[in-house]
């Protein structure tokens, strides 16, 4: 069992930073590989980025590689979402999940444990 809780979200202006951070309770954090999600309003959640549980390797949706960066802490049971050059486009509700294998999916599905979310809203 992994329980996990989003914070860092908050309102930037276009081309700002953010960083966000899930912290994850449990001793088997690095038994589990950690995504991203987002959902705006009216939309559908979509992946955003995941990592495996070694933090070795990592992907990321088209719409933000090269301006999100993921990476997670196996010591301090964390993972992180670092986005910069912020677009209004952006601005969803963003959810960490946690997947009991060593390799990232993409498919949303197939996560097993969700945080509550945290609010990124991109002005404009």
């Known amino acids: 069992q992994v329980q996990l809780v989003e914070s860092g979200g908050g309102l930037v202006q276009a081309g700002g930073s953010l960083r966000l951070s899930c912290a994850a309770s449990?001793?088997?954090?690095?038994?589990?590989?950690m995504g991203w999600f987002r959902q705006a309003p009216g939309k559908e959640r979509e992946f955003v980025a995941a990592?495996?549980?070694?933090?070795?390797?990592?992907y990321y949706a088209d719409s933000v590689k090269g301006r999100f960066t993921i990476s997670r802490d196996n010591v301090k049971n964390r993972v992180y979402l670092q986005m910069n050059s912020l677009k209004p486009e952006d601005t969803a509700v963003y959810y960490c999940?946690?997947?009991?294998?060593?390799?990232?999916?993409?498919?949303?599905?197939?996560?097993?444990?969700w945080g509550q979310g945290t609010q990124v809203t991109v002005s404009s």
């Open positions: 999940a946690a997947q009991p294998r060593s390799s990232w999916t993409v498919t949303l599905y197939e996560y097993d444990y």
């Open positions: 449990g001793r088997t954090f690095s038994s589990y590989a």
């Open positions: 990592i495996s549980w070694s933090g070795g390797s990592t």
